[in-house]
């Protein structure tokens, strides 16, 4: 249960530590692989506890023990958060290969069964198998967490509501999860399915107030339903700790490029959003349509059209960036984070999951793991 309630009236777990408005950090779920057949590695456990000094504060234990999170520190650009990233990617692989491991960047692996799963050792994911049961060994699935900072939490609040609304936008240009068990599924993000089977996933409802989201989630821990608000893994949530809202819902990327590229996008639609205003409130109310605009993004990724409540029509997903990049350009100068938008124009042309389909076509699912692997460290062959 949570401590007692600080002094202005708040559980001490939503007290909002001030961060660097528009600061911005990313976090990969990385998979480890093993060379000789391209099967995962489990064994996460075993790498963390032999990394350099210069990597360990950065890379953690997730659910699964084929899983390792790499997190950049805050930064003020993108451009700086990308310099990091790429050091962390190569520092990561450098370290595997004395294990005889590689790493690799996706949304899912292509040919991973449940039964081979192993749940990582650490007090927190055996409490995630204890609640969530064998639910907690199906397939790892691989996000990109982007971190905006806000300085207060009113002002988080009204962002998180308002990302909400660009959410399977967000999803569709990221979708890099073809495959599934050995096949193709016929959707371009299948991570988001599979990770659907958790409780406390997908868009959260929008709040009323800061006070409005601490008493939701105050009661549900008062309740003992989870044991910390890390527990909820919804598609955007505060972190009131780091001071940031954090968009979850993207696929795992197959280069830092591509991930800073969607974390240039997201810092532009925070500014938009914050300093402007950009989606209809209309939208921000429609629940529904949320909802089965998250499914279109899922199913068909960037060939997704997106239903507009207000003109009453679906919108094609390269139309919304295309009006996106209009009205947030000025927006991204300010941030100095235009020219990282070009990866995102790029994903639109052909994302994650386009090119996993293409690769499938001339060398095999294995092959297509291959591919990925090797261009872990490097940038995306245009």
Same mark, same amino acid.
């Given at each position: 249960?949570?401590?007692?309630?600080?002094?202005?009236?708040?559980?001490?777990?939503?007290?909002?530590?001030?961060?660097?408005?528009?600061?911005?950090?990313?976090?990969?779920?990385?998979?480890?692989?093993?060379?000789?057949?391209?099967?995962?590695?489990?064994?996460?456990?075993?790498?963390?506890?032999?990394?350099?000094?210069?990597?360990?504060?950065?890379?953690?234990?997730?659910?699964?023990?084929?899983?390792?999170?790499?997190?950049?520190?805050?930064?003020?650009?993108?451009?700086?958060?990308?310099?990091?990233?790429?050091?962390?990617?190569?520092?990561?692989?450098?370290?595997?290969?004395?294990?005889?491991?590689?790493?690799? %960047?996706?949304?899912?692996?292509?040919?991973?069964?449940?039964?081979?799963?192993?749940?990582?050792?650490?007090?927190?994911?055996?409490?995630?198998?204890?609640?969530?049961?064998?639910?907690?060994?199906?397939?790892?699935?691989?996000?990109?967490?982007?971190?905006?900072?806000?300085?207060?939490?009113?002002?988080?609040?009204?962002?998180?509501?308002?990302?909400?609304?660009?959410?399977?936008?967000?999803?569709?240009?990221?979708?890099?999860?073809?495959?599934?068990?050995?096949?193709?599924?016929?959707?371009?993000?299948?991570?988001?399915?599979?990770?659907?089977?958790?409780?406390?996933?997908?868009?959260?409802?929008?709040?009323?107030?800061?006070?409005?989201?601490?008493?939701?989630?105050?009661?549900?821990?008062?309740?003992?339903?989870?044991?910390?608000?890390?527990?909820?893994w919804w598609d955007v949530r505060l972190q009131p700790t780091l001071g940031t809202v954090e968009v979850r819902i993207m696929d795992a990327q197959t280069t830092a490029d591509e991930s800073c590229g969607l974390a240039a996008l997201v810092q532009t639609i925070a500014h938009l959003e914050l300093e402007e205003g950009y989606h209809d409130p209309r939208l921000i109310d429609a629940y529904e349509i949320l909802q089965e605009n998250r499914f279109l993004a899922?199913?068909?990724?960037?060939?997704?059209?997106?239903?507009?409540?207000?003109?009453?029509?679906?919108?094609?997903?390269?139309?919304?960036?295309?009006?996106?990049?209009?009205?947030?350009?000025?927006?991204?100068?300010?941030?100095?984070?235009?020219?990282?938008?070009?990866?995102?124009?790029?994903?639109?042309?052909?994302? %994650?999951?386009?090119?996993?389909?293409?690769?499938?076509?001339?060398?095999?699912?294995?092959?297509?793991?291959?591919?990925?692997?090797?261009?872990?460290?490097?940038?995306?062959?245009?």
């Amino acid at each position: 249960m949570p401590g007692p309630p600080v002094a202005d009236g708040l559980p001490e777990w939503a007290e909002w530590r001030t961060s660097k408005p528009y600061s911005i950090g990313i976090e990969e779920e990385v998979m480890l692989l093993k060379p000789d057949g391209w099967g995962l590695a489990h064994r996460a456990e075993d790498i963390l506890a032999r990394l350099p000094a210069t990597l360990e504060s950065h890379a953690t234990a997730e659910t699964h023990q084929a899983v390792i999170e790499l997190a950049t520190s805050p930064h003020r650009t993108v451009e700086e958060t990308a310099r990091e990233a790429v050091g962390l990617r190569a520092a990561l692989a450098q370290a595997l290969r004395s294990h005889g491991l590689s790493a690799a %960047g996706a949304g899912t692996h292509p040919l991973a069964v449940w039964t081979e799963t192993q749940v990582s050792p650490g007090a927190r994911y055996q409490v995630v198998y204890e609640s969530m049961r064998e639910l907690a060994r199906r397939e790892p699935t691989f996000a990109l967490h982007v971190h905006i900072g806000v300085v207060d939490p009113e002002r988080a609040m009204i962002l998180q509501n308002r990302l909400r609304t660009h959410l399977p936008f967000l999803l569709a240009i990221s979708a890099n999860s073809p495959f599934w068990q050995g096949r193709d599924t016929g959707l371009a993000s299948t991570r988001t399915p599979i990770f659907q089977a958790f409780p406390r996933v997908g868009i959260p409802r929008a709040f009323a107030s800061y006070a409005d989201y601490v008493a939701v989630v105050d009661g549900l821990l008062r309740c003992d339903a989870f044991p910390a608000p890390t527990f909820l893994w919804w598609d955007v949530r505060l972190q009131p700790t780091l001071g940031t809202v954090e968009v979850r819902i993207m696929d795992a990327q197959t280069t830092a490029d591509e991930s800073c590229g969607l974390a240039a996008l997201v810092q532009t639609i925070a500014h938009l959003e914050l300093e402007e205003g950009y989606h209809d409130p209309r939208l921000i109310d429609a629940y529904e349509i949320l909802q089965e605009n998250r499914f279109l993004a899922a199913r068909d990724g960037v060939a997704a059209g997106l239903l507009d409540p207000i003109a009453e029509r679906k919108v094609p997903v390269r139309r919304m960036l295309e009006d996106l990049l209009d009205a947030g350009r000025d927006h991204a100068q300010e941030l100095g984070c235009e020219s990282a938008l070009d990866e995102v124009t790029a994903l639109v042309r052909a994302n %994650g999951a386009v090119r996993q389909r293409e690769l499938a076509g001339g060398r095999g699912l294995s092959g297509v793991i291959g591919r990925l692997s090797s261009m872990f460290t490097g940038p995306v062959p245009r």
